[in-house]
């Protein structure tokens, strides 16, 4: 190398001594191999530099074009993602869905045995009350009321399984596991009877009948999976314990959280109730023991709004026969008795001869409106009383009760 | 000359880390260069060793680049650099096997003419 040379490098410190070195014809002759060698090594580092940059381009370019198709395949799977949501998300929640997309094996067929809490909401005196409407205001009554309540369930992460009729089915504990999943349900139950206040101002809005539900909750394994063929398949819940919430249902009248043992269990002192009571579904050996729910403490604190109810006796007693009901099916004895007081929450006093059991089902025809079917159940009792609570009450009848004189 | 502390794995003539393989096949005298290699300038040194021994010890040499997917401007700053020693040394072969279905290659490869003008580049 040119430089590494002691006299070139002299000369490059002192250019004065270049026309001293410069006069000898050998070193001359090595200084123009050198600088020739020089141009030479430069051109090639040019080269190298300007290809090697080249190269580099090249890559970026592809780069700018794998950056724009990732970009567009992004916005093709968040088009895909929002409307896998809304379709599904009318439901299940985000939480759910985002899960499921996330996990390849949430999209096989198939299940697993888990432990969960089951929710099942029911419309008392739905089908009676739709008797007397069109097809159109029971869709704008369901509408409205199962908007408002997949609303709540969402609110407390539980996942819609199912809309039968106006019963929802509900999961609280999977397909996204939750270690609370007993609390969260009874505490959803509490804030879907909360909600119905709104839901029936809303109906009277729109010149609709109001609605009174009852919802039957309890905690026990089910098989939880993707349950149908490979072309419609859905994520359910299947098993007794899904049957035995149904009954439990069965025994609630408007406004009620019934409850079983093992979700009652669950929340241990944090429940709050007005007490529990024995019944035997039919189908089930043993008799179980249910709890009637007031409120939740806790981290999911919630309770009941309870308004006192205020009695209207009535000036003249009203005449009726009812039928104690055996399951759905009418066929008892008509037995008469007095219909003495009423009030604004679908409860009456009946004067009987017999005592009547507690939570008997009940069909009244009074003697004023014969032909027009009432359905209550026994929620109180005592010797020559009980008070029944109306599970359909027909709009003739309500008619007829707020238009009779009440006693002062 | 070595250098152990970037040296993946493998031999002298056998180089494999993440994603990349660059070996020799001595009966065939040729330099294979396999999937990705997005390398430091300093992680380059052991190829850099192995093409200069190849270089010394054959007239005659093909590198085969159809299996490389990816060469990042480090590497090919090495590959041209070998270029300009092989034609620096004078009187060899070197041919070239490249795949136009990678879109680096067939603009980068051409370019080792310009070091090296006696190369022979093949595109399949």
């Not at chain 1, 123009?32 to 051109?43: F, I, K, N, S």
């Not at chain 1, 009321?145 to 399984?161: C, D, H, P, T």
């Not at chain 1, 019963?167 to 609370?180: H, K, M, R, S, T």
Request: net charge negative; with cysteine.
């Amino acid at each position: 190398m040119l430089t590494e040379d002691p006299r070139w490098r002299r000369v490059l410190a002192d250019p004065d001594a270049a026309a001293e070195l410069l006069a000898d014809p050998a070193a001359r002759a090595e200084f123009v191999a050198a600088v020739a060698a020089l141009q030479a090594e430069h051109d090639d580092l040019v080269l190298l530099h300007d290809s090697t940059l080249e190269h580099a381009n090249e890559i970026e370019e592809q780069l700018a074009v794998k950056i724009e198709q990732v970009e567009a395949l992004v916005v093709e799977l968040e088009l895909r993602n929002a409307f896998i949501r809304q379709v599904f998300g009318r439901h299940v929640t985000d939480e759910v869905v985002n899960t499921l997309l996330a996990s390849p094996e949430g999209r096989q067929l198939g299940g697993e045995r888990r432990t969960l809490t089951i929710l099942i909401s029911d419309l008392r005196g739905f089908s009676t009350l739709c008797e007397g409407l069109g097809p159109e205001q029971v869709v704008a009554i369901l509408n409205i009321y199962l908007g408002a309540m997949a609303e709540v369930i969402g609110e407390y992460r539980g996942s819609i399984n199912e809309f039968i009729g106006d019963a929802i089915l509900a999961v609280f504990g999977a397909p996204v596991p939750q270690e609370d999943h007993p609390e969260r349900a009874v505490a959803c139950a509490i804030a879907m009877q909360r909600a119905m206040g709104r839901v029936n101002a809303e109906l009277a809005e729109h010149g609709l009948p109001a609605l009174e539900m009852g919802i039957g909750v309890h905690t026990g394994e089910v098989v939880v999976g993707n349950i149908g063929s490979n072309k419609r398949a859905k994520y359910g819940v299947v098993g007794r314990h899904v049957n035995l919430t149904s009954r439990i249902e069965s025994y609630t009248v408007g406004g009620q959280v019934l409850i079983s043992e093992s979700a009652a269990r669950a929340l241990g002192d944090r429940l709050r109730t007005r007490g529990c009571f024995e019944v035997r579904p039919k189908g089930v050996r043993e008799p179980i023991t249910i709890h009637d729910v007031t409120g939740v403490d806790g981290p999911f604190a919630i309770h009941m709004t309870e308004e006192p109810a205020e009695w209207r006796v009535l000036a003249e007693p009203q005449p009726l026969v009812f039928t104690a009901l055996e399951g759905k099916d009418t066929g008892g004895q008509e037995v008469p008795a007095l219909l003495v007081a009423h009030d604004d929450r679908h409860n009456a006093e009946l004067q009987v001869a017999a005592p009547l059991p507690l939570r008997a089902d009940l069909k009244l025809v009074l003697a004023a409106l014969p032909g027009v079917d009432a359905y209550a159940k026994v929620v109180a009792a005592a010797p020559g009383r009980a008070t029944v609570r109306f599970t359909a009450l027909p709009r003739a009848l309500q008619e007829l009760l707020d238009g009779l004189p009440a006693r002062a | 000359m070595t250098d152990t502390t970037t040296r993946p794995s493998g031999s002298d003539t056998d180089i494999k880390g993440p994603g990349y393989r660059v070996w020799f096949d001595a009966p065939a005298r040729t330099v294979h260069f396999e999937g990705v290699l997005r390398l430091s300038t300093s992680e380059y040194k052991p190829i850099e060793d192995l093409l200069d021994r190849v270089l010394l010890d054959h007239p005659a040499l093909g590198l085969r680049m159809t299996e490389l997917q990816f060469l990042n401007s480090s590497g090919i700053n090495m590959l041209y650099k070998f270029a300009i020693a092989a034609r620096k040394k004078g009187d060899i072969e070197v041919k070239v096997h490249g795949s136009s279905t990678i879109p680096w290659q067939g603009k980068s490869l051409p370019n080792l003419k310009k070091f090296l003008p006696t190369i022979v580049i093949a595109l399949d």
